[in-house]
């Protein structure tokens, strides 16, 4: 039995270490702050949140993968909503900085990998990733999206980590 709630998705293809999934809609708890080398600012307000820090006083569970994203030169980190939840009935934040953003069903090329948070290893995989999205035809139609699965004490070689754009086929 798995410890946290991980997101569900359906794998569409697979080849080698990438993946084409279907997710259902996601809520994530976020928030957007600057950037630092290592891509986790932000963590410390959204386990706020899930530790109570909301209108119904609420813990929330743990659930994985950490989300982040670029956007307007900021990152959002974001931790996704248990399934138990909906729009309607996730506890609201309480702190200005915390917000609820939906991401709609839809189709992601996902490549996965395990190492250490630093821009060598995520380029390294992203032109992976781009390639094959390119060679089969599709287009992305979102921004990166940088998931990780285990703590940052874990060590780089025993982190799963992964990349996804969503995307749509090419007319």
Do not use: C, H
Request: aromatic residues 14%.
């Amino acid at each position: 039995m798995a410890l946290f709630e991980t997101i569900k998705y359906k794998v569409l293809v697979k080849e080698k270490n990438i993946e084409l999934r279907e997710y259902d809609d996601i809520l994530l708890a976020s928030t957007k702050t600057i950037m630092n080398d290592r891509r986790d600012s932000g963590f410390n307000s959204v386990f706020n949140y899930i530790s109570g820090e909301n209108d119904q006083k609420q813990k929330i569970s743990m659930t994985t993968p950490v989300v982040s994203y670029e956007e307007e030169g900021k990152l959002v980190t974001g931790f996704y909503v248990p399934s138990k939840y909906d729009q309607s009935s996730v506890p609201k934040p309480t702190k200005d900085e915390v917000f609820i953003n939906k991401f709609e069903k839809s189709i992601y090329a996902v490549i996965r990998f395990n190492g250490s948070w630093t821009d060598e290893n995520f380029n390294k995989y992203d032109e992976l990733l781009r390639k094959y999205i390119e060679e089969n035809k599709y287009d992305i139609i979102s921004n990166r999206l940088v998931l990780r699965y285990q703590p940052p004490f874990i060590p780089g070689m025993f982190r799963r980590n992964e990349i996804a754009y969503q995307i749509k086929a090419r007319r």
